[in-house]
């Protein structure tokens, strides 16, 4: 082990060999292509989520019940496993039975689609909720109007539905940042997973653990920056609480 003076050696941190900044930033950019991809999969899925438990059949509504309560109850360790090994396997099964053979599987991809799975579950009900918080005077009135549902949807429902769901959406969106770390466990080279081999090839685990946390905190601080400025230009004109 490295002795107490050694600790801090920064220039392990050099971007160039034989530091390992580059290793941690190149890591980082893997963690922050997952969150994207993931969050963004899991908000189609939460608004088609969202929608098929309010308005779907009731075979609809059961299915996606089962869903999201199944994801919300398994530990998201224990889903992205099962999503990683068992998904791929499934795709190359079924792959084999077309006669294509097996598929090799980026582990950009399959992270994304675990990621954006476990966020469906969540936005689904951050959206329904939303939905149901706007008032029913309003979209009786616009039908009133003579309003289509598609004029319903964009021009009542979802500028009134926005700033009920930007809490909850901005939380999981940070969830996700987070839950890329999760993906080391099945070898995928993000921020977390790098760190380790950083700080297991150095021994310098207190210098590269706290360097991922910088980065993490840095792009919860951006984040929070961004989603402000989204709150405040969807609340505006609604009354602040007192």
Same mark, same amino acid.
């Given at each position: 082990?490295?002795? =107490?003076?050694?600790?801090?050696? &920064?220039?392990? @941190?050099?971007?160039?060999?034989?530091? &390992?900044? +580059? !290793?941690?930033?190149?890591?980082?950019?893997?963690?922050?292509?997952?969150?994207?991809? #993931?969050?963004?999969?899991?908000? +189609?899925?939460?608004?088609? #989520?969202?929608?098929?438990?309010?308005?779907? #059949?009731?075979?609809?509504?059961? @299915?996606?019940? !089962?869903?999201?309560?199944?994801?919300?109850?398994?530990?998201?360790?224990?889903?992205?496993?099962? @999503?990683?090994?068992? /998904?791929?396997?499934?795709?190359?099964?079924?792959?084999?039975?077309? +006669?294509? +053979?097996?598929?090799?599987?980026?582990?950009? =991809?399959?992270?994304?689609?675990?990621?954006? !799975?476990?966020?469906?579950?969540?936005?689904?009900?951050?959206?329904?909720?939303?939905?149901?918080?706007?008032?029913? /005077?309003?979209?009786?009135?616009?039908?009133?109007?003579?309003?289509?549902? *598609?004029?319903? @949807?964009?021009?009542?429902?979802?500028?009134?539905?926005?700033? $009920?769901?930007?809490?909850?959406?901005?939380?999981? &969106?940070?969830?996700?940042?987070?839950?890329?770390?999760?993906?080391?466990? !099945? #070898?995928?080279?993000?921020?977390? *997973?790098?760190?380790?081999?950083?700080? /297991?090839?150095?021994? $310098?685990? %207190? %210098?590269?653990?706290?360097?991922? /946390?910088? %980065?993490? %905190?840095?792009?919860?601080?951006?984040?929070?920056?961004?989603?402000?400025?989204?709150?405040? $230009?969807?609340?505006?004109?609604?009354?602040?609480?007192?």
């Amino acid at each position: 082990m490295a002795d =107490a003076g050694s600790l801090i050696n &920064w220039s392990l @941190l050099a971007l160039e060999p034989p530091g &390992w900044g +580059g !290793v941690l930033l190149l890591g980082f950019v893997n963690s922050i292509q997952i969150a994207v991809g #993931g969050y963004a999969l899991g908000l +189609g899925l939460g608004t088609g #989520g969202a929608f098929g438990k309010l308005y779907g #059949g009731a075979v609809t509504k059961d @299915l996606l019940e !089962v869903y999201t309560t199944v994801v919300r109850a398994v530990p998201e360790l224990v889903l992205i496993l099962i @999503l990683y090994y068992a /998904g791929t396997d499934v795709l190359n099964q079924l792959s084999a039975a077309l +006669g294509f +053979g097996s598929v090799d599987i980026s582990g950009l =991809a399959a992270g994304i689609f675990v990621i954006g !799975v476990v966020q469906g579950a969540y936005s689904t009900e951050v959206l329904r909720g939303a939905i149901k918080a706007v008032p029913a /005077g309003q979209i009786e009135a616009a039908r009133a109007y003579g309003m289509s549902p *598609l004029q319903i @949807l964009r021009r009542i429902t979802l500028p009134a539905m926005l700033p $009920h769901a930007i809490p909850g959406l901005s939380n999981l &969106w940070l969830i996700a940042t987070k839950d890329t770390a999760l993906l080391a466990v !099945v #070898g995928f080279s993000e921020l977390t *997973l790098v760190t380790r081999q950083a700080a /297991g090839a150095t021994k $310098h685990y %207190l %210098l590269f653990f706290l360097a991922a /946390g910088v %980065l993490y %905190l840095a792009l919860t601080l951006a984040s929070n920056v961004v989603i402000g400025i989204i709150e405040r $230009h969807y609340r505006r004109g609604m009354a602040e609480p007192a």
